[in-house]
Structure formats: structure tokens, C-alpha cells
T-cell receptor, first 111, second 116 residues
Framework: DQQVKQNSPSLSVQEGRISILNCDYT??????FLWYKKYPAEGPTFLIS?????DKNEDGRFTVFLNKSAKHLSLHIVPSQPGDSAVYFC??????????FGPGTRLSVLP | DSGVTQTPKHLITATGQRVTLRCSPR?????VYWYQQSLDQGLQFLIQYYNGEERAKGNILERFSAQQFPDLHSELNLSSLELGDSALYFCASSGRPGGQSYNEQFFGPGTRLTVL
């Protein structure tokens, strides 16, 4: 039973356009959500996070939106750059424990 | 560089064998997490230690065990290895006291285990 789902295994976007990566979760006890980026042969790198008391968090080109009623979050990257091409993992936790990761979405930003 | 180190980088062994993976967390981090990433799969949480004590357990097999030592480094022991245990094993750390990034995990580069 996947508690964190990323239903798009891959996504291709033109450079300069917006990338939108989606994530759905089932456990209503999750109160903290994170996005990680992973390049090949490297460990995941923290990107941005959001607490369940917020509905939006912004950091430069990256914005995460949380819709608690829909149990859905999304990561927006604007504008997308070729260096953003990587696998993006959505993760969720309850009380800072038992982090659950989604299967990842591979983003390709085309020049 | 996340500040988390893992050794070895690669490990090739045979079925039935036992291996130990090592992780050194970022300086000051008290929590260590272990994850398994099989081919084309997401990160599967295995186990978490906090300041030497087991804090949370995920999908960790009984053949696997871990510990965190007084100097906060951690080891993941995998025994009676099977072909299906071939995967990338990541260690992450978090929990720098007083840090605003308490919930962020910083990942090491991983250990690639191949069981033949």
C-alpha cells in the first residue's frame, strides 16, 4: 500500500517553461512534506519542504503547494533549466518520523 | 557534498554472505536513517536511530539489522544475502539540535550492493 504516490514516472518540459510535479498521499497523519532531487550516482538532495500548517512555500524558482483536503502537493519550478533534469522524490512524515518517499518522477528539461 | 559519508561505495558479494555498510552522519546530527533503493523503485525506509537508540522501523527484513554507536556513526548489517537484496543503500542524517532544518534529511552518496 503506497502511502505516497507520484503517478507520473516521467515529465518533459521545454527550458524556460514551468515544470509541475505532483504528489498524492493517503495518510492524514502526515504533517511535513519534502521534495528531494536526485542526480544519477548521487544521494538525494533536499530541495524544499512544507509544514501542514501552510499551503505554500517558496524558495527562488521552486514553490511547493499543499492541498490538505485533497491530500495533494505539487512542486512548481519556474523557469525550468536544463540543470533541473533529475529524479524528484516527494516525501512525507508524521511527527518527524517514518519518512515515506514516493517512487519519483524523472524530469527532463529540454534546451 | 552533504557531509554524510558512506563506505564502501560499491560492494559485490555472493548469496548467503553477510556484509556491513557504514555511515557517518553530518557533524552534530543525532539521527541516522537507512533506505534501500532497488532498481526503478523509490526509497524504502528501513530504520532510524536517534542518539544511539532505535527510533522508528520501516520495511526492514529480519535478516537486516542496524546500530548507532556512541560516536553517532551507524552500521547496517545485511546477512543471508539474496539476489533480491541487490540495491542502492542510502544513509541520511538529520536532527542538528537547534537547527531550523530539523526535519530535513541529508543523504550520503549511497552504497551499491550487488549480490551474485
Amino acid at each position: 500500500d503506497q502511502q505516497v504516490k507520484q503517478n507520473s514516472p516521467s515529465l518533459s518540459v521545454q527550458e524556460g517553461r514551468i515544470s509541475i510535479l505532483n504528489c498524492d498521499y493517503t495518510n492524514s497523519m502526515f504533517d511535513y512534506f519534502l521534495w528531494y532531487k536526485k542526480y544519477p550516482a548521487e544521494g538525494p538532495t533536499f530541495l524544499i519542504s512544507i509544514s501542514s500548517i501552510k499551503d505554500k512555500n517558496e524558495d527562488g524558482r521552486f514553490t511547493v503547494f499543499l492541498n490538505k483536503s485533497a491530500k495533494h502537493l505539487s512542486l512548481h519550478i519556474v523557469p525550468s533549466q536544463p540543470g533541473d533534469s533529475a529524479v524528484y522524490f516527494c516525501a512525507a512524515s508524521a511527527w518527524g518520523q517514518n519518512f515515506v518517499f514516493g517512487p519519483g518522477t524523472r524530469l527532463s528539461v529540454l534546451p | 557534498d552533504s557531509g554524510v559519508t558512506q563506505t564502501p561505495k560499491h560492494l559485490i558479494t555472493a548469496t548467503g554472505q553477510r556484509v556491513t555498510l557504514r555511515c557517518s552522519p553530518r557533524s552534530g546530527d543525532l539521527s541516522v536513517y537507512w533506505y534501500q533503493q532497488s532498481l526503478d523503485q523509490g526509497l524504502q525506509f528501513l530504520i532510524q536511530y536517534y542518539n544511539g537508540e532505535e527510533r522508528a522501523k520501516g520495511n526492514i527484513l529480519e535478516r537486516f539489522s542496524a546500530q548507532q554507536f556512541p560516536d553517532l556513526h551507524s552500521e547496517l548489517n545485511l546477512s543471508s544475502l539474496e539476489l533480491g537484496d541487490s540495491a542502492l543503500y542510502f544513509c541520511a542524517s538529520s536532527g542538528r539540535p537547534g537547527g531550523q532544518s530539523y526535519n530535513e534529511q541529508f543523504f550520503g552518496p549511497g552504497t551499491r550492493l550487488t549480490v551474485l
